[in-house]
């Protein structure tokens, strides 16, 4: 089967000084997944691509490209979106290159205009919320963020540091999205291990951010509205994953006290505690989470989802 990669070479999401290589990853593992990759990263003509499958694989909607007559190609065609509660936005990023990013709205009329069917996203919530009411029904290819793991993590949790790790950022979010109440909240407990988060300056980035998480015992996984990529990497450490769960984590398989332990406002300080004091005593838990990751929600899963997903519809 052929695929289209169209994509910005330039994307920071694609670099490897990205501080999370998990959207690099997921975009290598397609290069993996077909018989046949054409790359398109600038304006052009659809009478130039020979696929089966085209993707544009631009996750936050800032590569302007156009491409003449791609809504009538006969392939099929995805568009990957994340973070769904995007506003529309323009700015500088640190390196001093310009973007432009659209908001819902915009980014959906621009997929529809590029004869985009389906919809790949992480967040099945968020893509209700925001992106549901400007597409058909059925154009969501939901697939959660796949990271890829990046060696064998099975020491003990009794060999690991007996602390509860607090990684990331705590932004205050903006009007009606404010999705790190609870872990700013948790990140202030005594009980917690914080460490700031890549782009302060204190956490290993890309593929040095595994091996980081396996220092710990456990590891927080809170967030108010998604399930973000670092928090697969958590159990794909072999961490014990202390998760706020979300829809899309039952979703996926996850069930407080088999693969993951379920925390609140309520019930996190006894959690964390007994953790600390027999690490020990959740190994089965910490080895059951990463089994589901590794065996359902890599890099490599997702790359085969969308071929899969592709071959079936490439048929209708």
């Known amino acids: 089967m052929k695929l289209a990669l169209i994509y910005d070479p330039n994307d920071p999401k694609l670099s490897p000084e990205a501080y999370s290589w998990t959207y690099r990853d997921m975009f290598l593992a397609l290069t993996d997944a077909f018989e046949s990759v054409q790359y398109v990263t600038g304006d052009g003509s659809a009478a130039d691509i020979d696929a089966d499958a085209i993707v544009f694989y631009d996750v936050h909607s800032s590569h302007h490209v156009k491409i003449d007559g791609i809504e009538r190609h006969p392939a099929v065609k995805y568009e990957y979106f994340n973070d769904p509660h995007q506003r529309e936005q323009q700015g500088i990023y640190p390196n001093g290159r310009r973007f432009y990013k659209l908001g819902a709205g915009g980014r959906c009329r621009r997929a529809m205009e590029r004869g985009v069917r389906f919809i790949i996203c992480p967040y099945r919530c968020g893509y209700e919320r925001y992106i549901a009411p400007h597409v058909p029904d059925g154009s969501l290819a939901w697939f959660p963020v796949a990271p890829k793991p990046r060696r064998a993590v099975h020491s003990l949790l009794t060999d690991r540091k007996a602390e509860v790790l607090g990684n990331g950022h705590c ?125 359902r929600y890599t890099a490599s899963h997702f790359a085969g989802f969308v071929r899969k997903h592709a071959e079936h519809f490439a048929k209708k």
């Open 171 to 295: 932004w205050r979010g903006e009007q009606d999205f404010r999705p790190y109440e609870f872990r700013a909240w948790a990140f202030a407990k005594s009980y917690v291990t914080c460490v700031e988060h890549a782009l302060d300056g204190r956490t290993p980035k890309g593929c040095a951010y595994q091996g980081f998480l396996s220092q710990y015992a456990g590891a927080l996984a809170l967030c108010d509205t998604y399930v973000v990529p670092k928090y697969l990497e958590i159990p794909m450490a072999g961490c014990l994953c202390l998760c706020q769960m979300q829809p899309d984590y039952a979703e996926m398989g996850f069930v407080d006290g088999v693969n993951c332990i379920a925390v609140d406002r309520g019930n996190l300080a006894s959690k964390v505690t007994e953790l600390r004091a027999d690490p020990g005593a959740y190994q089965k838990i910490a080895d059951s989470g990463r089994r589901l990751i590794e065996g």
